[in-house]
C-alpha cells in the first residue's frame, strides 16, 4: 500500500512511556495505517496539533502527564477536541475503565494486547470518526455550491475577527449578489439558475485562494467573501479579479438590462478590528456599499471612502 493510502486508512497517534508497547502496536498497525509515536503527554499533545491525528492511542499511565491530563488537555482545545482517544492500559478494573469513558475517552484497550482486538477497535472508530467529519462538513457546507454556509461564515468570522484583532492586521469582506437574478430564474427557470449560482461562485472561489479566505453564500444569490489580514488595496485587487471572472464567464442573460450576460454587483468595507467590538457594523458597511453598487448601475463594486 502506498504512502498517500495509507494516510486515507487513517494517522493513528501512539502514545506510550514504554517503547516496547509503542513497537507492538506499530507494528500492529503499520500495514493498515499511517503511524505516529510519541513518549509522553507534553509530545502527545504538540504532535496532535502539528499532525492533527484521525485517531489517538494512549497509555493511561505515563510519568509526568499521565493519559487522563491527555484528554483534559484535547478536549480542552477547539481544534483537538474531535480527536478520538482509545486508552490502552494494564488497569483493568471496571473503574478505571469508568474513569477512561469519564474523560473522555471512546474506547478502552487493556494490556496485554490481543493485536486482532486492536486492530478491529482501531478500524471501527475510525469508520466513526470519518462518519463524523462528514456530518460536520455538510452542516457547514451549502448544499448547492459547496462553498461554506451562513452558519460557517458567523463562525468564522467571529474566530478570525478575534484573531486579527489580537495581531493588529485589517480584515475585509465583500458583500456579493448577482444582478437581475429572479429576471434570469423567471426566464431561463430554476434549474439554469442553480447552475448559474454554481458556475459564478466556482468563479468567485478561483479569486481568493489563500487559505484563511472564505466564500459563503448568505442567502439566495448573495454570497459573502471574508478576507482575513486583508487591508483595502488588496481587497480591491479581489473585487476587480471577481468582475474580470465572471465577465470571462460569458454566461447569456438575455433578461437583464444591465448587459446582456450575467454580472454582479459588490460592496466592499475593511476594518482593524477590536477585541471590544464584533463583525456587525462592518458587514453593514459591505452591505450599504453593495446598495450603492445597485443604485450606481450595478456591475460594478463600491467601496467607504471614510475605510
Ligand atoms: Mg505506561
Redesign the pocket.
Known amino acids: 500500500m502506498s504512502w498517500t493510502d495509507l494516510a486515507r486508512n487513517g494517522r493513528i497517534l501512539v502514545v506510550?512511556?514504554?517503547m516496547e508497547?509503542i513497537q507492538i502496536l506499530h507494528h500492529a498497525l503499520r500495514e493498515e495505517h499511517e503511524v505516529l509515536f510519541a513518549l509522553d503527554g507534553e509530545q502527545a499533545l504538540q504532535i496532535a496539533r502539528d499532525q492533527q491525528p484521525d485517531l489517538i492511542l494512549l497509555?493511561?499511565?505515563?510519568p509526568g502527564m499521565d493519559g487522563y491530563a491527555v484528554v483534559a488537555a484535547l478536549r480542552g482545545s477547539p481544534r483537538l477536541q474531535d480527536i478520538p482517544v482509545i486508552f490502552v492500559?494494564?488497569l483493568s478494573r471496571p473503574e478505571d475503565e469508568t474513569r477512561a469513558l469519564e474523560a473522555g475517552a471512546v474506547d478502552f484497550i487493556s494490556k496485554p494486547f490481543n493485536v486482532a482486538v486492536v486492530r478491529a477497535r482501531v478500524r471501527s472508530q475510525l469508520t466513526i470518526k470519518r462518519q463524523a467529519d462528514a456530518m460536520r462538513e455538510l452542516s457547514m457546507t451549502d448544499g448547492l455550491t459547496g462553498v461554506a454556509n451562513r452558519r460557517n461564515f458567523n463562525d468564522t468570522v467571529d474566530a478570525e475577527w478575534r484573531r486579527c484583532a489580537r495581531a493588529g492586521l485589517p480584515l475585509s469582506v465583500i458583500m456579493i449578489d448577482i444582478d437581475h437574478f429572479k429576471l434570469y430564474n423567471d426566464h431561463y427557470g430554476h434549474q439554469a439558475g442553480d447552475g448559474c449560482l454554481q458556475d459564478v461562485s466556482a468563479a468567485m472561489k478561483r479569486c481568493a485562494t489563500r487559505p484563511q479566505d472564505m466564500l459563503a453564500r448568505y442567502g439566495g444569490e448573495e454570497f459573502i467573501l471574508l478576507l482575513p489580514q486583508e487591508g483595502a488595496d488588496g481587497t480591491e485587487v479581489v473585487a476587480n479579479r471577481i468582475l474580470d471572472e465572471v465577465r470571462k464567464l460569458a454566461l447569456p442573460h438575455a433578461a437583464s438590462v444591465t448587459a446582456p450576460h450575467v454580472t454582479l454587483s459588490m460592496g466592499l468595507a475593511t476594518v482593524m478590528p477590536q477585541d471590544s467590538s464584533d463583525p456587525h457594523a462592518l458587514i453593514r458597511t459591505a452591505d450599504a456599499n453593495l446598495y450603492r453598487a445597485k443604485q450606481t448601475g450595478r456591475n460594478r463594486y463600491c467601496i467607504s471612502l471614510d475605510s
Do not use: G, K
Open positions: 506510550d512511556d514504554a508497547n497509555d493511561a499511565v505515563m492500559t494494564a
